[in-house]
């Protein structure tokens, strides 16, 4: 299902590298050792992940068949007009943004309102085009790859026996003000469901 992602992510004009530059833009303040390939590898195992790929291809048909005019009013105008009041498209997103837990909300938050690179051209409505749950689920994913290097870097602070220093593994914005993840709890018993396994695996 990550191929038929990708797939997707290309037909509506959506570049891998893109939503990778976001997430270097988000974690540059707090490594100066981060690297754009270290980005884009984060982005490609959000999207590897089972409850990422139902998000996205159900954010996107949904754009697509507004564009057909194909959805049920008044659902369609809704839609097409990417109305205010209408928070689905960025409830759907906060499914990709919580897969490494509740520290991408604040980087989501930032992103949703800054409108960085990718997001902001798909947000800007061109003719015909809806993105209206396009451009938050693209979001959500630059989002929840920095909170996946955030636990990382922490992470290897812990183990290195320098944590606590404020800066580790901070996510974007409050202000630009750093705030650290959460380090990764243990691993989940064999009992666990196949989500908390799959969310663990990194």
Do not use: W
């Amino acid at each position: 299902m990550k191929d038929v992602v990708l797939r997707l992510f290309a037909e509506r004009g959506v570049d891998i590298e893109e939503i990778g530059r976001i997430v270097y833009e988000l974690q540059r303040p707090y490594s100066d050792s981060i690297s754009l390939e270290q980005c884009i590898e984060s982005v490609l195992r959000v999207i590897e992940k089972r409850e990422a790929q139902h998000a996205i291809i159900t954010g996107i048909a949904l754009d697509m068949l507004a564009e057909q005019n194909a959805l049920p009013e008044p659902l369609n105008s809704i839609v097409r007009r990417d109305e205010p009041l209408y928070g689905v498209d960025e409830v759907l997103a906060l499914a990709v943004t919580n897969i490494y837990g509740s520290v991408g909300l604040t980087s989501f938050g930032y992103l949703d309102k800054l409108k960085l690179g990718l997001i902001g051209r798909l947000n800007d409505k061109e003719k015909g085009k809806v993105n209206t749950f396009l451009d938050d689920l693209v979001a959500g994913v630059a989002a929840a790859a920095a909170a996946r290097i955030a636990h990382q870097r922490v992470g290897d602070a812990v183990d290195n026996g320098v944590a606590g220093s404020g800066s580790s593994g901070g996510v974007a914005g409050r202000g630009g003000s750093g705030r650290e993840g959460a380090s990764p709890s243990a691993s989940p018993s064999p009992s666990a469901s196949p989500q908390v396994r799959e969310a663990a695996s990194g």
